[in-house]
């Protein structure tokens, strides 16, 4: 890998957890890596979606969801929101397990992983 990468002068990171990684945030990033894929056809939906939360500060999952019953069905909205969470869009409480009743709010949750993991940067 270091090799491919020094010559194709590509930039990249070593990511690991340190030793103490809890299984509750274990058990969300693996929930999470299914929404990492966009879906097709849903830029205008994820944009609404963030202009919404911007206006309604904190919101559980389903809430958020449900407020755009009257456009769509709300289950198509739900994975749209775990896709932005997953992308570092929206931040909910990594401590606690994932579900349609968790708060979601602008940020990510970043700053929560990196006491964590480590991260070391390779050029």
Known sequence: MPYLCEKNNWEYSIVTPKENLPDIIKSNILFLWNFLKPRKNTESWLREIEEKITYLDEITVIEL?????????????????????????????????FDQYSDVKMGNIQQTLQEYIYLEDRK
């Open 65 to 97: 969801a449900k407020s755009f019953s009257g456009k769509i069905d709300y289950r198509a909205i739900l994975p749209l929101i775990w896709h932005l969470v997953s992308t570092g869009k929206l931040q909910v409480n990594l401590m606690k397990k």
